[in-house]
RNA sequence: CGGAGUGUAGCGCAGUUUGGUAGCGUACCUGGUUUGGGACCAGGUGGUCGAAGGUUCGAAUCCCUCCACUCCGACCA
């Protein structure tokens, strides 16, 4: 392609929006356009890379025995009522009615279309097990979408969903998925792990999540420093605890005025934060429950969920009615249940609210006082490794795929059975599978950048080489050159840009290097005048002079 | 959902306090000089100042309503 026939609207400055690297350089470099919050247009560079990636994702697939197929991203209500997520989805599923009123919604996921086909299509045991994936757009109304295409509200993905006879099937099929995720990925050349992970509202019983590990990543990542222990923090399971002192200090009342935040209670005090046991009231579907954690722990919503089901944090009104002192609430006298974290269980002398304006109890113990001890918490770095060795790094992580063993959890809500070898009807076991195209778009930027712009892998750059002629439009002598160089590219079947336009050199190596084009060549009378071009790789600052007459084996040398 | 902030040319911003002809940089167009890392000179195109309403002789600016976008928080008791 040239240059002048292209549309690459690269930008010097990105828009005061966009917010972390890989959505400023996406703007920047030309390959996305914002329509409206959590909607973009892909332009033409950005869809190479697009189809780029989704190719590795097609060849590793159909390597892997999956078969493509395409549902509509419009469904009709009857399929999530049948399931049972058209009430559990909540205000991410965008749901709306059509001319004759009947229910429909933008489908965030495929797992009710695909039991549905698959229950209509599959009817022996002897068709199993199959696996059907698509690459699609999915719609989810998302509370926040932010940091460009990596949360937003429509994107792309692959989903993959895998029907078994039973759960040893089911679990042949995730190893092998888990296999062929991590072939894309290291194809994609990014620096991922597999970790263990919430299953969330996929449901069913065992998840992993693949996490690119970078700074802007929204999930923590807990890894052991000893072992290959690798966990999403939601998942951090922390057993009960056994005591190792003896209380020994005698509970005293202290003024601690105005003084309410774990923080400025641990200042005041002069000592540290772990030393403090903090309150949390939330509000649950059976009334009230104070939590209780240690002063440095954060509470985990993912397992006080899965607790309590559906909480919120009580308002300052509600904590006001149930006649507590907001900042100085504590473990004793509560008139509502009270569940304690593992780790707050056997600390001795510690501190925590009075229950009175204005005043905290040092010394405190748990003795006489009726709770439930549970695992509530967040893990923090330092942690013991729950699989006992060693102790837990936290690390940033982009998730960018997740594969789950579902289960039966879908076929049973829609009947989705095959008539099994005996002769009677059975229950088809689910797996299902997920990438996020668009986001691994992004994803490989945040790991593969530098002040000048991108540095894309060979494998997902827009092209492979990029000509830079120097006076195009001036030197009859570079023209002819560039034109040839070219054309044997394009002979060859290498993917290669010419600058073509009317820009001075500082201009184009700006453009090439921001778009992240990993080889260029460049051409111009000096060079010429030796029968040479000079070559440059965009990883590496190092030019080398060439002869023109060896220019397209060694770029094809370089693209093996 | 709460809290904060921002909407002025494709992008980045000033102007709003104190109402009085719509500005700057960049990008884009024309001409010229330049030509190996985002050149220079001259001229030019482009904006119903987010939208509607109000106050006023006069509104980007003051008042009201709405909309959009961004950030922070969903960590605290």
């Given at each position: 392609?040239?240059?002048?026939q292209?549309?690459?609207?690269?930008?010097?400055e990105?828009?005061?929006?966009?917010?972390?690297?890989?959505?400023?350089?996406?703007?920047?470099?030309?390959?996305?356009?914002?329509?409206?919050?959590?909607?973009?247009?892909?332009?033409?560079?950005?869809?190479?890379?697009?189809?780029?990636?989704?190719?590795?994702?097609?060849?590793?697939?159909?390597?892997?025995?999956?078969?493509?197929?395409?549902?509509?991203?419009?469904?009709?209500?009857?399929?999530?009522?049948?399931?049972?997520?058209?009430?559990?989805?909540?205000?991410?599923?965008?749901?709306?009615n059509?001319?004759?009123?009947?229910?429909?919604?933008?489908?965030?996921?495929?797992?009710?279309?695909?039991?549905?086909?698959?229950?209509?299509?599959?009817?022996?045991?002897?068709?199993?097990?199959?696996?059907?994936?698509?690459?699609?757009?999915?719609?989810?109304?998302?509370?926040?979408?932010?940091?460009?295409?990596?949360?937003?509200?429509?994107?792309?993905?692959?989903?993959a969903?895998?029907?078994?006879?039973?759960?040893?099937?089911?679990r042949?099929?995730?190893?092998?998925?888990?296999?062929?995720?991590?072939?894309?990925?290291?194809?994609?050349?990014?620096n991922?792990?597999?970790?263990l992970?919430?299953?969330?509202?996929?449901?069913?019983?065992?998840?992993?999540?693949?996490?690119?590990?970078?700074?802007?990543?929204?999930?923590?990542?807990?890894?052991?420093?000893?072992?290959?222990?690798?966990?999403?923090?939601?998942?951090?399971?922390?057993?009960?605890?056994?005591?190792?002192?003896?209380?020994?200090?005698?509970?005293?009342?202290?003024?601690?005025?105005?003084?309410?935040?774990?923080?400025d209670?641990?200042?005041?005090?002069?000592?540290?934060?772990?030393?403090?046991?903090?309150?949390?009231?939330?509000?649950?579907?059976?009334?009230?429950?104070?939590?209780?954690?240690?002063?440095?722990?954060?509470?985990?919503?993912?397992?006080?969920?899965?607790?309590f089901?559906n909480?919120?944090?009580?308002?300052d009104?509600?904590?006001?009615s149930?006649?507590?002192?907001?900042?100085?609430?504590?473990?004793?006298?509560?008139?509502?249940?009270?569940?304690?974290?593992?780790?707050?269980?056997?600390?001795?002398?510690f501190i925590?609210?009075?229950?009175?304006?204005?005043?905290?109890?040092?010394?405190?113990?748990?003795?006489?006082?009726?709770?439930?001890?549970?695992?509530?918490?967040?893990?923090?770095?330092?942690?013991?490794?729950?699989?006992?060795?060693?102790?837990?790094?936290?690390?940033?992580?982009?998730?960018?795929?997740?594969i789950?063993?579902?289960?039966?959890?879908?076929?049973?809500?829609?009947?989705?059975?095959?008539?099994?070898?005996?002769?009677?009807?059975?229950?088809?076991?689910?797996?299902?599978?997920?990438?996020?195209?668009?986001?691994?778009?992004a994803?490989?930027?945040?790991?593969?950048?530098?002040?000048?712009?991108?540095?894309?892998?060979?494998?997902?750059?827009?092209?492979?080489?990029?000509?830079?002629?120097i006076?195009?439009?001036?030197?009859?002598?570079?023209?002819?050159?560039?034109?040839?160089?070219?054309?044997?590219?394009?002979?060859?079947?290498?993917?290669?840009?010419?600058?073509?336009?009317?820009?001075r050199a500082?201009?184009?190596?700006a453009?090439?290097?921001?778009?992240?084009?990993?080889?260029?060549?460049?051409?111009?009378?000096?060079?010429?005048?030796?029968?040479?071009?000079?070559?440059?790789?965009?990883?590496?600052?190092?030019?080398?002079?060439?002869?023109?007459?060896?220019?397209?084996?060694?770029?094809?040398?370089?693209?093996?």
């Amino acid at each position: 392609m040239k240059s002048s026939q292209a549309l690459i609207p690269t930008q010097k400055e990105a828009p005061n929006d966009a917010q972390i690297i890989s959505h400023q350089l996406m703007i920047r470099a030309g390959l996305i356009s914002k329509l409206a919050s959590g909607l973009y247009s892909y332009l033409p560079m950005g869809l190479k890379i697009l189809q780029k990636i989704e190719k590795i994702i097609r060849e590793e697939m159909n390597n892997s025995n999956a078969q493509e197929v395409l549902m509509p991203i419009t469904q009709p209500a009857k399929l999530w009522k049948e399931s049972g997520r058209w009430d559990e989805y909540g205000a991410e599923l965008l749901r709306f009615n059509d001319r004759h009123n009947r229910e429909f919604c933008l489908g965030p996921t495929h797992e009710e279309v695909i039991t549905n086909l698959a229950s209509q299509y599959i009817n022996s045991y002897k068709q199993l097990p199959m696996n059907f994936y698509q690459i699609q757009t999915k719609f989810r109304d998302e509370v926040r979408p932010r940091f460009g295409v990596m949360r937003s509200r429509e994107f792309i993905m692959k989903d993959a969903y895998s029907f078994h006879l039973d759960k040893d099937s089911m679990r042949v099929e995730f190893e092998k998925m888990h296999a062929t995720y991590c072939r894309i990925f290291e194809r994609l050349g990014l620096n991922y792990r597999p970790v263990l992970a919430d299953s969330g509202s996929i449901g069913g019983e065992s998840s992993i999540e693949f996490h690119v590990l970078a700074e802007s990543g929204e999930d923590d990542i807990c890894f052991s420093d000893e072992s290959d222990y690798a966990v999403n923090i939601e998942k951090v399971a922390f057993s009960k605890q056994v005591k190792t002192n003896d209380a020994s200090a005698s509970e005293e009342k202290v003024l601690t005025k105005n003084i309410t935040s774990i923080e400025d209670v641990a200042q005041f005090l002069k000592v540290e934060q772990k030393q403090c046991v903090k309150i949390l009231i939330i509000k649950t579907t059976n009334g009230y429950k104070a939590l209780a954690l240690r002063g440095d722990h954060a509470l985990n919503e993912i397992k006080t969920q899965n607790l309590f089901g559906n909480f919120e944090f009580a308002s300052d009104k509600e904590i006001k009615s149930l006649d507590l002192k907001k900042g100085f609430i504590g473990v004793k006298d509560l008139s509502i249940n009270l569940i304690v974290d593992y780790s707050a269980e056997v600390m001795v002398d510690f501190i925590c609210g009075a229950n009175h304006w204005d005043h905290h109890l040092t010394g405190v113990n748990w003795d006489g006082i009726k709770f439930e001890a549970v695992d509530l918490r967040n893990a923090i770095e330092g942690d013991a490794s729950p699989d006992g060795k060693g102790k837990l790094v936290i690390k940033r992580g982009i998730e960018v795929g997740h594969i789950f063993q579902l289960g039966d959890k879908y076929s049973k809500a829609m009947n989705a059975n095959v008539i099994g070898e005996s002769g009677k009807a059975m229950m088809m076991i689910m797996g299902c599978y997920g990438i996020g195209v668009t986001r691994v778009v992004a994803a490989i930027i945040e790991q593969n950048y530098d002040n000048r712009g991108i540095i894309f892998p060979v494998n997902v750059a827009p092209f492979s080489v990029v000509i830079v002629p120097i006076n195009y439009n001036k030197s009859t002598r570079v023209k002819g050159l560039a034109d040839v160089l070219y054309q044997q590219c394009l002979d060859s079947d290498i993917e290669v840009l010419l600058d073509d336009r009317k820009e001075r050199a500082g201009i184009m190596f700006a453009d090439s290097d921001l778009l992240g084009i990993p080889h260029r060549i460049v051409l111009s009378d000096t060079h010429a005048d030796n029968g040479n071009v000079e070559y440059k790789a965009r990883n590496n600052p190092e030019k080398l002079e060439i002869k023109f007459d060896n220019a397209l084996a060694f770029i094809q040398s370089k693209l093996i």
